[in-house]
């Protein structure tokens, strides 16, 4: 499949070669060029012949380059051709908990493997085929991240509803003896792949060390728009701390056996189950930051640090934090130790209850702006209102459900800073530091 070229960057080597926008690439060398993949592993070579379209007519150009150097070539689409959605039916699935009427976009279903070497998404493994395999160990592309669940065949079929559920899981072994790392993630249901279910999955997956590095346990988030859908039930302190336990006694053995912890709950569950998060050695690499794993324990080391190399004569003003009820607690005792340590600040923070999505929703990545709005309307915000970047999406510049930060500014009255799951940037954003202009420009815009 060829790919057609929309920009030619200036300068680039395949500028300097006459390639045109509007071209056509068809193979780098002897390989055909069908996604992005492609393209990134096949133009590393110094030596490159490509053969390409222009106007329906074919071409040769040779570059010869510095041997990691971009060629310089952008494309019609990021991935090139389609992205591949998912097409199990997970019984826990989130996008199927959503109401009705938001952007078409948070219905898409992402199971991609470029995605997940690209972006960090994760892959169910039941839209690969042994060909993509192949070509993901001959390519070294490393890691992989896959939601493997449960890796007993049937319960894994029930749970994802794809008879491909199954035979997908022998992939795991494949990429690993191909020299592939892989983080894997298990969404756990209470009675369905928690209790011995899990006790099995982490002993199989276990076995698969160095291959597999990492394993993020998390609990299954539940909305209240589950009409119609598999009745399942969220996690209580009790079963959160069963769960817990059964984590804790593989990596126990797997300390044991290989120095490494591997499998890890992700914060909301020691949230839930009324347990301290542990200190930051107990993460190791950090491998699973992006599935709330170490999350809270990394903020909390950075702020501090930040804090101890602070002058106390410094820190000034006053602002508020708005973030999910689930980090709220942890949040407060940060922007206590900040008051104490800098009297100068005054520092208010305000959990937001998710009453769009359900109250048992707690993380601050699906708080919405009509929630921030309600909530927030007529309380004390001070020069500045911080919110957590994961509130919006990845452009920056509108919430879940479509009201923009421009809006929720107006309507709150007061400049809203996103700030970055980074303890450093949440204690400058609570110093005021690098805030002088921002808060300049929002009184001239109100």
Known sequence: MAVLIQKVELGSWAFRAGIQPGDTLVSIGEHPIQDVLDYRFYMTEERLDLRLLRGGK????????????????????????????????????????????????????????????????????????????????????????????????????????????????????????????????????????????????????????????????????????????????????KTARETIDIIHRFQDKMMEAHGERVAYPSDEFFLEAGLPIPEPDYYGDFDQLEDGVGVLALLKDEFLAALEMEDRSQGQGSCSVATGTAAGPWISQLAQAAMERLPGLDLKIYPIENRFFGERVTVAGLVTGQDLIEQLQGKELGAQLLIPSVMLRHEGDRFLDDITLDEAEQKLGVPIRPVENDGWQLYAAMTGQEFQVNADCFREMM
């Open 58 to 237: 074919p071409y040769q150009v040779h570059i010869k380059k510095e041997q990691y150097d971009d060629l310089g070539l952008e494309f019609e689409t990021y991935l090139m051709d389609r992205q591949k959605s998912c097409k199990n039916k997970c019984v826990f699935c989130f996008v199927d908990q959503m109401p009705k009427g938001m952007r078409e976009s948070l219905y898409f279903k992402d199971d991609d493997s470029r995605m997940s070497f690209l972006f960090g998404n994760y892959i169910t493994m039941t839209n690969l085929t042994q060909q993509d395999i192949q070509r993901i160990i001959e390519m070294h592309i490393s890691p992989v991240n896959i939601s493997v669940h449960t890796t007993d065949p049937e319960l894994r079929v029930r749970m994802m509803k794809n008879p491909k559920a199954a035979d997908s899981l022998g992939y795991l072994s494949q990429l690993v003896q191909g020299g592939v790392k892989v983080n894997t993630q298990l969404v756990l249901c209470p009675g369905w792949n928690d209790g011995p279910a899990l006790e099995r999955t982490l002993e199989d997956l276990g076995r698969l060390y160095p291959g597999v590095q990492s394993v993020a346990c998390v609990p299954v988030g539940l909305t209240k728009y589950r009409q119609g859908l598999t009745p399942l039930e969220g996690y209580t302190p």
